[in-house]
């Protein structure tokens, strides 16, 4: 009984208790801060949800304007062979096509 009474270590505090009462008071402020934080961002108008539908218009609207540019790439491409055609008919037109100079011209393209 001596023995076990020599190794008696007496503490006035709990180490562990100690380490979790630490341990959950920084990871409260890290709470508080992060919630005042995020309530700042709110005041000043940078919402998530906003950002985030934002982003969704905006990719909505680049899959449409590229859709538009691909339309009027192929306008464009189809004028441009129109106007080679006819700026030299005579290079297209052959003795089997006799009737290819008395096409009209094709009226002008417009884009807009």
């Known amino acids: 009984m001596a023995d076990l009474l020599g190794k008696l270590v007496v503490r006035s505090h709990a180490p562990k208790r100690r380490a979790v009462r630490l341990a959950s008071s920084v990871l409260l402020a890290l709470v508080v801060i992060y919630g005042a934080f995020e309530l700042g961002r709110y005041d000043a108008g940078f919402r998530v949800v906003d950002s985030v539908r934002g982003a969704l ?56």
């Not at 540019?69 to 089997?96: D, I, K």
């Open 57 to 112: 218009s905006a990719s909505t609207r680049i899959r449409r304007l590229e859709a538009e540019n691909n339309r009027q790439r192929e306008q464009l491409e189809a004028a441009e062979v129109t106007r080679r055609v006819w700026s030299n008919p005579s290079r297209w037109c052959t003795s089997r096509f006799s009737k290819c100079k008395s096409y009209p011209k094709p009226r002008q393209v417009s884009f807009g």
